[in-house]
């Protein structure tokens, strides 16, 4: 069973991501990865939002299979 403290770790993560791709766009970095190819802000910023969505999607399945009206207070 999925408990709270996965959804967290996932959001921490994302707020992660979010922060270092921020950064790297406001720098202009970029890491290289081949001929005329590069890994920067942008792209961290996609995974970001590609872990957001995994949060709250873990969120809604949460709520949706839990026993009984309290399901924040388990």
């Not at 270092?20 to 190819?37: C, D, M, R, T, V």
């Not at 999607?57 to 009984?68: E, S, Y």
């Amino acid at each position: 069973m999925i408990k709270y403290k996965h959804i967290v770790i996932v959001a921490v993560i994302a707020v992660l991501f979010y922060i270092i791709g921020a950064l790297f766009k406001i720098l202009h970095w970029a890491f290289p990865l081949g001929e005329n190819s590069h890994f920067g802000g942008p792209e961290l910023i996609v995974i970001s939002v590609m872990f957001w969505a995994i949060a709250a999607g873990l969120l809604i399945f949460k709520a949706i299979t839990a026993r009984g009206d309290d399901f924040l207070n388990k």
